[in-house]
């Protein structure tokens, strides 16, 4: 599985700040540590959209997500603005997949954080809108709430921050582990293999575009996840699709 994991804000863009915490520093250490503790996991391959505090557009994070081919898109952030407690978000229309791997994800946050729980929720984030693969972003704690500021400061919340991330993705890799994908459409064109995909996505699928070479030539894979009757729902629409594990 191909995680991206996205640090929010950075560079010139400090995010939420409140006293001696900045949002930007807080989100990249989590990354890092997240990054470091799914190092030995052989299934889990990482690649962060910053590894310093450097500024990096909202464009800029979903094109290196998409040029990694990834699997999963984590968006990492820290609240502000009034609150307490854990939230995350999906995009405003996705398919059943991406609903049921938010809720997983989310449950399993709040299992090892142990904070209020303050709901799954939908928002037209860029980083959600703009990404063809499963997307969620998460903020943990406020960092103007002067309970979750005490915490943030504590080496031991930065810890169960990190580990529900870590305990998050690999939920979602053992969830997939058994599931095998279907082959829905093999293109020359990179182009025309996303078209395939925005289809797919409209019509409720998980997809991903995989790179493979033919004989030397680069061809472009549209791969939709099983989820039990996918093969039949892929026929339905008129759509030739065959499995690959």
Known sequence: MRVFLDPGHGGDDPGACFKALKEKNLTLAIALRIRDQLASQKEVIIKLSRHTDETCSLSKRVKLAEGFKADL???IHINAGGGSGFESF???????????LHQLFHRTMIETLQVTNRGLKRGDFYVLRQTSMAAVLTESLFIDHPSDYE??????????????HVLAILSIKNKDVNKGSFVCGSFQSEALAQKRGRELI???????IKSISVKGAPFYRVMVNETGDTKAKLQLLGYDAFKVN
């Open 73 to 75: 898109y984590v968006s």
């Open 90 to 100: 999906r995009y405003l229309k996705t398919g059943k997949d991406t609903v049921e």
């Open 151 to 164: 915490n943030l400061m504590k080496p031991s919340m930065i810890d169960r921050i990190v580990k529900a």
């Open 202 to 208: 409209a019509a409720d699928f998980q997809v991903r």
